[in-house]
């Protein structure tokens, strides 16, 4: 089993919709967890961390549910700018220095 | 400005020699880190490095080695080990006191190996 896994999509988004999904992760004693957004053969970019109470930054709003082990990423008003890839990444070990484990992505195109 | 640079941006070997590329780091991060990205795969992780004249093996290591005589250069040398070098590489840094140690990479390597 993967450590984070995620729907591959395409989520296909009008313009303006609100689009939402999730990744799952199988550590439970992880302690961090983010969002990144990859364009198309570019490097990933931080979106967001994910605290435990769920936090937003703008059109976008993050949830973590520990007792089923997933996080989520929602985003609003959707743009064309937000079409990319966003990779779920969580903390592996309980050390927590800083040994990240790379969902493999969710691929979001909206449309006009 | 502070940030992270990988080159070159395309790289082309034949099989069977060694190739390194480079990273190198402004933001005086102490942790460095290597990974390759395959299609369709999360991210991997080679090597990394939490200060200098230190590294540890990551989850994908065999073929590949590192050093870390600086703390701005974190450089990956490609060997004719690895069986399958073709991917997209990309390095990282972290902070020490950054929320989670979330990293930031740099513009990323695409080696072909022919």
């Known amino acids: 089993r993967k450590e984070v896994e995620q729907d591959p999509g395409p989520f296909n988004v009008p313009e303006g919709a609100t689009v939402a999904f999730n990744c799952t992760y199988s550590?439970?004693?992880?302690?961090?967890f983010f969002w990144y957004r990859q364009d198309c053969r570019k490097e990933p970019k931080l979106l967001m961390s994910?605290?435990?109470s769920g936090n937003e930054d703008g059109r976008f709003t993050a949830q973590l549910n520990r007792a089923s082990q997933y996080i989520s990423l929602l985003i609003r008003d959707s743009k064309l700018s937000d079409s990319a890839t966003y990779l779920c990444?969580?903390?592996?070990?309980?050390?927590?220095?800083?040994?990240?484990?790379f969902g493999a992505g969710t691929q979001v195109v909206v449309t006009p | 400005d502070g940030g992270i640079t990988q080159s070159p941006k395309y790289l082309f070997r034949k099989e069977g020699q060694n190739v390194t590329l480079s990273c190198e780091q402004n933001?005086?991060?102490?942790?460095m880190y290597w990974y390759r990205q395959d299609p369709g795969q999360g991210l991997r992780l080679i090597y990394y490095s939490q200060i200098v004249n230190d590294f540890q093996k990551g989850d994908i290591a065999e073929g590949y080695s590192v050093s870390r005589e600086k703390k701005e250069s974190f450089p990956l040398t490609v060997t004719s080990a690895q069986k399958n070098p073709t991917a997209f590489y990309l390095c990282a840094s972290s902070p020490p006191d950054g929320f989670g140690y979330e990293q930031y990479f740099g513009p990323g390597t695409r080696l072909t190996v022919t």
């Open positions: 994910v605290y435990s």
């Open positions: 933001l005086n991060h102490d942790a």
């Open positions: 990444v969580v903390n592996g070990e309980t050390d927590s220095w800083g040994k990240l484990q």
């Open positions: 550590n439970s004693a992880s302690q961090s």
